[in-house]
T-cell receptor, first 112, second 113 residues
Framework: SQQGEEDPQALSIQEGENATMNCSYK?????LQWYRQNSGRGLVHLILIRSNEREKHSGRLRVTLDTSKKSSSLLITASRAADTASYFCATDAGGSNYKLTFGKGTLLTVNP | DAGVTQSPTHLIKTRGQQVTLRCSPK?????VSWYQQALGQGPQFIFQYYEEEERQRGNFPDRFSGHQFPNYSSELNVNALLLGDSALYLCASNRPPGQETQYFGPGTRLLVL
């Protein structure tokens, strides 16, 4: 079963605009990660945020984590056409659980 | 520094056949995980190998089996293929302790006819 659920399922914006994607999960976690996937290829790791962190930045990416609400958001600022991809959040399940559980992803389309 | 590599890139099989997919982890990584991604879905965890042993397994039948070699590379075997096994198979590697960031390969796209 999918632990992470991304919202929205699809998002279409213009170049230069900001894109916000949300992720909700069900169980306690050690960390939450965001990945990008272009056209059914391999996943590219974007950012990892630990359960004791509330916000993290990496370039044009900003991730927040609210463990009380079991949710996270990914903000991409000043989007570019090259940001067009599917974005997935992935969680571990805490403890010594080694597997990542992914949601169904958000398909982001950035129009030139 | 080579990333995660997988072979082959594409594969077509018929129902009932067996398939073997291969993965070489990123340099310095000794843990390999396999995921299945159906069209329009997120990746689903199949299993993880560390020190040549299966450390954890997802909700997949015994038709799915794996192996890790002393050089940390890994194979995924699927027996008695079903149409529903058609998917992108992703290999990921990381270095313990903890799972931390997993680095993914480009995947093998399997089509079962």
């Amino acid at each position: 079963s999918q632990q992470g659920e991304e919202d929205p399922q699809a998002l279409s914006i213009q170049e230069g605009e900001n894109a916000t994607m949300n992720c909700s999960y069900k169980t306690s976690i050690n960390n939450l990660q965001w990945y990008r996937q272009n056209s059914g290829r391999g996943l590219v790791h974007l950012i990892l945020i630990r359960s004791n962190e509330r916000e993290k930045h990496s370039g044009r990416l900003r991730v927040t984590l609210d463990t009380s609400k079991k949710s996270s958001s990914l903000l991409i600022t000043a989007s570019r056409a090259a940001d067009t991809a599917s974005y997935f959040c992935a969680t571990d399940a805490g403890g010594s659980n080694y597997k990542l559980t992914f949601g169904k992803g958000t398909l982001l389309t950035v129009n030139p | 520094d080579a990333g995660v590599t997988q072979s082959p890139t594409h594969l077509i099989k018929t129902r009932g056949q067996q398939v073997t997919l291969r993965c070489s982890p990123k340099s310095g990584h000794d843990t390999v995980s396999w995921y299945q991604q159906a069209l329009g879905q997120g990746p689903q965890f199949i299993f993880q190998y560390y020190e040549e042993e299966e450390r954890q397994r997802g909700n997949f039948p015994d038709r799915f089996s794996g192996h890790q070699f002393p050089n940390y590379s890994s194979e995924l075997n699927v027996n008695a293929l079903l149409l529903g096994d058609s998917a992108l198979y992703l290999c990921a590697s990381n270095r313990p302790p903890g799972q931390e960031t997993q680095y993914f390969g480009p995947g093998t796209r399997l089509l079962v006819l």
